[in-house]
């Protein structure tokens, strides 16, 4: 498992540098090595230069929202899966994501190890094996 | 638990200064509608509805009084002047028959037979039984002197020249002289006729009539005592006695009413003053005028005219309507004082919303910015563990894991509190999900945690474990047991209980029963609860607690009842579906 981890292709876009330049670093040492971008367009270009397994996505950005991100992903990469953050809870908004397919969504803050398991399960469901 | 935690779910009027302001919007707002506003409207269309109803009443009564009058005065005057005419064709009869008797006898006899006593006396007993009321007759010569008679006096001889008769009857042929007592001392009037003899020499015959008659002839006229009826001459000398205005030969006291030979009704004041009609009637070929006075008296009066029924009906309508106008406007008032009152209500209430909505949005709004910052303290954190982590062993490394330990566990406390105020937004959205009833019921009793601990009130929790999820609002179902804590809240004393208890109902039913030990309900209070804008909390209550909560439970496919005993306590019962959309649940 551990070794498969390097290999997978994350996406964090969230506009919050701080944070999420923190939750990549933490990442990295635990052998995921996720791509980061700070807006809604970028990680569309992003997207469409690379597809990666898992976008973990956050809802509430300037410019371009989560939820337009996801729509757009779900005709152009529609294997690619999305976990959603919110600030907000499950909110009409996080509803909407589901229904819009996305593979979860969580709260802000996060648990480190609640994030792993969910991009474990994000990752099966991309159909990517070892 | 922190303050922060508590506010957005404490109800808005308990506490700090948004419970103030909301106490000062209430006192403005009766301040806006006093009661005397209602009372002066009352008065307004009571008195507005009397005047519409009540005068046309009184004049339609004035009028029926004033043609009642025409109709009693008519029928008072009809049978005056039907007994004036008859009585005055009686006269016309009487004095035709006696001066057609004096004629006949002055054209049918000669002037030899007529001058002679002997034959005189003869004719005129004749004549005496044929018509009552003669006294004695006279033959008179061309010179006026008497030269035969007959009747009860020693009249033979008398010069009777300068008489004012004598004239008349040759200027007219006939005559009646006035009343007059003479020699006789007793009332009578002379028949006089004048007659062409054969020898071309005018002579005279004269009868005297007892005029005892005339009062035969009034009396037969049967009047009543407060009434007169009387014979005058045409210069108003009495021709018989009259009850009250004066004795025979007398003047009357008042003008002569104007010539009419046709029965004249006029009103008269008589002596003292008494408003009476007078008929009269002028006798054709000759003085005489008959006259009948009769007061108006009691038939007449307004005492006489008012009728009891009539007073009655006017006085029992105004009554009437003067109590369906009071009755009316009562309610009408009232409905409208209501309806006030509701719009406050509703007004109050729609201000309640807004402001518990815009709590709401503040409190996700503020949430999401604390959120995001909390979210990079944790993941701070959370690297400077990992970092730790891999670090070989140096002094105090213990302490630094503990203390950033203390930071994570800081941060989830945070969560939690921001997580809170977010179910509480989550009330303005209709949002249907997997719940547990019981997780609910916590996270709202938590509300009121600060409140019953204050109040040294038991509020108590038994769950049953192991309920299914039901899928429903959670924001409305949190709304509805809100409302009906703080029901409970308000019903018990400081020091009271209320529980709170789960069951499972049957498979697709739970149920959730909220009991006090407060004040309880009369049972007239109870048929009312569910209905909006009942409420006995003058002032401080909505009414729309339960109304919204019905309509909620109602929509969720639940139902709601209550069981309650005055000064006991109240235990409200909800069912729950488990499965959203399935049919009603039974109760
Ligand atoms: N637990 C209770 N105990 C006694 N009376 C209650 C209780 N719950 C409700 N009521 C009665 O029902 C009325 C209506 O309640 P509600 O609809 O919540 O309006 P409000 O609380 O604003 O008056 C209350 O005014 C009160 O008289
Ligand atoms: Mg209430």
């Known amino acids: 498992m551990t070794l498969d981890r390097d290999k997978w292709r994350i996406l964090l876009v969230d506009d919050e540098v701080e944070f999420v330049s923190t939750l990549a670093e933490r990442l990295s040492l635990r052998d995921i090595e996720p791509e980061v971008v700070h807006d809604g367009q970028e990680a569309l270009a992003r997207i469409h230069a690379r597809a990666p397994h898992v976008v973990i996505l956050d809802m509430f950005m300037p410019g371009m929202k989560g939820l337009d991100v996801l729509r757009t992903l779900r005709f152009s990469h529609p294997q690619v899966q999305v976990i959603l953050l919110t600030g907000h809870g499950a909110t009409r908004d996080a509803m909407e994501g589901m229904r819009l397919g996305a593979f979860d969504y969580m709260v802000k803050p996060i648990n480190i190890d609640d994030l792993l398991k969910k991009i474990t399960e994000a990752m099966d469901a991309a159909g990517f094996t070892a | ?587």
């Open chain 2, 1 to 587: 638990m922190t303050r922060m935690e508590h506010s957005p779910g404490v109800p808005a009027g308990s506490h700090g200064s948004t419970g103030q302001a909301a106490a000062q919007q209430r006192a403005d707002l009766h301040d806006g509608v006093p009661p005397t506003r209602y009372r002066l409207l009352r008065r307004k269309i009571v008195a507005l509805l009397l005047g519409v109803a009540v005068a046309p009443l009184c004049v339609l009564t004035v009028i029926n009084y004033q043609i009642y009058q025409t109709i009693v005065a008519k029928e008072f005057e009809a049978p005056l002047r039907a007994l004036v005419s008859k009585t005055k064709n009686s006269f016309e009869l009487f004095f035709a028959e006696r001066t057609s008797a004096v004629s006949f006898i002055a054209s049918a006899y000669p002037v030899e037979k007529l001058s002679d006593d002997k034959a005189l006396a003869d004719i005129f007993e004749v004549m005496r039984q044929k018509f009552s009321g003669f006294v004695d007759m006279g033959f008179i010569d061309e010179r006026g002197r008497q030269v035969s008679y007959v009747g009860p006096y020693d009249l033979k001889g008398k010069d009777y020249a300068d008489q004012p008769w004598f004239r008349e009857a040759a200027l007219h042929g006939s005559y009646i002289t006035d009343v007059f007592t003479g020699l006789r001392k007793f009332p009578h009037i002379a028949i006089v006729v004048r007659q062409l003899g054969n020898d071309g020499k005018w002579w005279t015959l004269r009868a005297t009539v007892d005029t005892r008659q005339y009062e035969r002839l009034i009396a037969a006229m049967g009047i009543s005592p407060d009434s007169d009826a009387f014979l005058l001459n045409k210069h108003g000398i009495l021709q018989t006695d009259s009850t009250y205005y004066g004795a025979l030969l007398q003047p009357i006291p008042f003008p002569m009413p104007r010539t009419s030979y046709e029965t004249q009704v006029v009103d008269f004041k008589t002596t003292d003053g008494q408003a009476a009609l007078m008929a009269y009637v002028y006798i054709p070929d000759s003085e005489y005028v008959l006259m009948a006075i009769k007061p108006k008296g009691a038939a007449f009066s307004t005492k006489g005219l008012f009728r009891a029924d009539l007073a009655i009906l006017l006085v029992a309508s105004v009554l009437l309507i003067l109590l369906v106008a009071y009755k009316l406007t009562g309610d009408l008032v009232a409905r409208l004082k209501q309806s006030d009152e509701r719009r406050e209500l509703a007004f109050r209430h729609v201000e309640h919303s807004q402001k518990l909505s815009s709590i709401g949005r503040l409190a996700a709004g503020v949430a999401h910015e604390i959120n995001n910052p909390l979210a990079i303290i944790n993941e701070k954190a959370g690297l400077m563990k990992d970092l730790l982590a891999l670090e070989p062993e140096f002094p105090k490394k213990d302490r630094f894991i503990k203390q950033i330990d203390a930071i994570a566990a800081a941060v989830a406390r945070c969560r939690n509190i921001t997580h809170r105020m977010l179910g509480f937004a989550r009330q303005m959205d209709v949002n249907i999900e997997s719940i547990q009833v019981n997780d609910v019921l916590k996270e709202t009793a938590s509300f009121l945690e600060r409140e019953s601990a204050y109040r040294n009130i038991e509020l108590s929790l038994s769950l049953t474990e192991g309920l299914p999820a039901i899928e429903s609002d959670r924001g409305q179902l949190q709304q509805v047991f809100l409302n009906m804590l703080n029901n409970a809240f308000a019903a018990v004393n400081d020091g009271g209980a209320i529980a709170v208890a789960t069951w499972r109902q049957d498979d697709d039913t739970v149920g959730i029963s909220i009991k006090d030990n407060g004040c309880g309900m009369s049972e007239e209070v109870q048929r009312h609860v569910f209905e909006p804008f009942f409420t006995t909390k003058k002032g401080t209550g909505t009414g729309l607690g339960l109304s919204i909560s019905y309509g909620i439970i109602k929509r969720l496919g639940g139902d709601i009842a209550l069981t309650s005993k005055p000064n006991l306590g109240t235990t409200f019962t909800i069912l729950l579906p488990v499965a959203h959309g399935q049919g009603g649940v039974q109760s």
